[in-house]
């Protein structure tokens, strides 16, 4: 089946723009979190939610990051004014809630690179 | 508040030969440990994950992990390494309930023919 899917792979934005980061989980899953991995660190995470509740965004390291998630599905990730410091792999993970805790199947990232 | 340490950014081994990447973590409460394999310009895939139950845990691809409670330790280990196994490994905890992982640094795997 389909895994967890992010779009695009790729984002080049120069300073100040915004930019708007896609992830679309496995079909049924219950739970979304985002990380972000910058270059030679693990994944540190952002935010997470449960269906389309928002249920932990203390990892978002501004308030020019945004997440949703409305319909409980897609979600997206949305940075405004984009800083040098913002560029990083933006990782999508869903898990199904059966149990505790479940397995997060990642997404391929997203690499944003501010210039 | 949750942390893992993974010592040894790089290790690099013949293959063949044993892999041992070590991973150490501080919790508060019983943790859940897992350990993820990044691939060049792809995902983390789960290698395996420790919940309950016997603290020797099987993985996919021939990768193993024993929690030690008692040294904080959840080391990966596969008895021989194969040129595929090249890789970042990262060692993950979380705490009950599906909630966010908080990743070590990660290790680099290199395998040398």
């Known amino acids: 089946g389909a895994g967890v899917s992010q779009s695009p792979r790729y984002k080049v934005a120069k300073r100040g723009q915004d930019v708007a980061l896609r992830c679309d989980p496995i079909s049924g899953h219950v739970s979304l979190f985002w990380y972000q991995q910058a270059l030679g660190q693990g994944p540190e995470f952002l935010t997470y939610?449960?269906?389309?509740?928002?249920?932990?965004k203390s990892g978002l390291p501004s308030d020019r990051f945004f997440a949703e998630r409305p319909e409980g599905s897609v979600s997206t990730l949305k940075i405004q004014r984009t800083q040098q410091e913002d560029s990083a792999v933006y990782l999508c993970?869903?898990?199904?809630?059966?149990?505790?805790?479940?397995?997060?199947?990642f997404g391929p990232g997203t690499r944003l690179t501010v210039l | 508040a949750q942390s893992v340490t993974q010592l040894g950014s790089h290790v690099s081994v013949s293959e063949g030969a044993l892999v041992l990447l070590r991973c150490n973590y501080s919790s508060s409460v019983p943790p859940y440990l897992f350990w993820y394999v990044q691939y060049p310009n792809q995902g983390l895939q789960l290698l395996l994950k420790?919940?309950?139950?016997?603290?020797l845990v099987k993985g996919i691809n021939g990768f193993e992990a024993e929690f030690k409670k008692s040294e904080t330790s959840f080391h990966l280990t596969k008895p021989s390494a194969h040129m595929s196994d090249a890789a970042e490994y990262f060692c993950a905890v979380s705490k009950a309930g599906n909630t966010p992982l908080v990743f070590g640094k990660g290790t680099r795997l290199s395998v040398i023919a």
């Open positions: 993970a869903s898990s199904l809630d059966r149990g505790s805790p479940d397995t997060q199947y």
């Open positions: 939610f449960q269906n389309e509740a928002q249920l932990d």
């Open positions: 420790y919940t309950t139950g016997a603290t």
